[in-house]
């Protein structure tokens, strides 16, 4: 009996808490909405072409013509050596990819978010040249999936604090 009274109590303490949901009404709700309306800019590069896949992925980006906002990201991807072994050669690498992205309103033309995003990965370096190729691809996917996860984000955020224009 104390469980519930104890869980009844626990559900008013979130209900009056004001906590919602930033995807509330689903892909008729207001943060859904704003989403698709967003076009997506090309983005130079091939780190910056997974990027921008992801992205329209995420934000099932309609046509551009019919788009509100306009997202263009501009990208920093670079590789830095840390563990040197005795006769210098690296034994371990750090791939770290930076993105700095404007939300325009296309109507006027202002910029209503600038934002960055970031993430980064370490990466093994054996001696085979390969294989440290392909981690090093690998670790540009991963990167490029956690950036736009991070961008949808934000933008998710804005569209929750945003009001809808008529």
Same mark, same amino acid.
């Given at each position: 009996?104390?469980?519930?009274?104890?869980?009844?109590?626990?559900?008013?303490?979130?209900?009056?808490?004001?906590?919602?949901?930033?995807?509330?009404?689903?892909?008729?709700?207001?943060?859904?909405?704003?989403?698709?309306?967003?076009?997506?800019?090309?983005?130079?590069?091939?780190?910056?072409?997974?990027?921008?896949?992801?992205?329209?992925?995420?934000?099932?980006?309609?046509?551009?013509?019919?788009?509100?906002?306009?997202?263009?990201?501009?990208?920093?991807?670079?590789?830095?050596?840390?563990?040197?072994?005795?006769?210098?050669?690296?034994? $371990?690498?750090?791939?770290?990819? $930076?993105?700095?992205?404007?939300?325009?309103?296309?109507?006027?033309?202002?910029?209503?978010?600038?934002?960055?995003?970031?993430?980064?990965?370490?990466?093994?370096?054996?001696?085979?040249?390969?294989?440290?190729?392909?981690?090093?691809?690998?670790?540009?996917?991963?990167?490029?999936?956690?950036?736009?996860?991070?961008?949808?984000?934000?933008?998710?955020?804005?569209?929750?604090?945003?009001?809808? $224009?008529?």
């Amino acid at each position: 009996m104390t469980r519930v009274a104890l869980l009844a109590a626990a559900a008013l303490a979130l209900a009056s808490c004001g906590l919602r949901p930033v995807y509330g009404g689903g892909s008729g709700g207001q943060v859904a909405a704003m989403l698709s309306s967003v076009a997506v800019a090309p983005i130079e590069g091939r780190v910056g072409w997974l990027v921008f896949n992801d992205l329209k992925e995420r934000l099932a980006a309609g046509e551009q013509a019919q788009a509100r906002f306009r997202l263009d990201v501009e990208l920093d991807d670079t590789i830095v050596g840390l563990g040197i072994r005795g006769d210098r050669a690296v034994t $371990r690498e750090r791939r770290t990819l $930076r993105a700095r992205y404007r939300l325009t309103d296309a109507a006027t033309g202002e910029t209503v978010l600038d934002a960055t995003a970031g993430a980064e990965a370490g990466i093994d370096v054996v001696s085979s040249d390969y294989a440290t190729l392909a981690a090093e691809q690998t670790a540009a996917e991963r990167l490029s999936e956690q950036v736009a996860d991070q961008i949808v984000s934000r933008l998710g955020l804005f569209a929750a604090r945003t009001r809808p $224009r008529p």
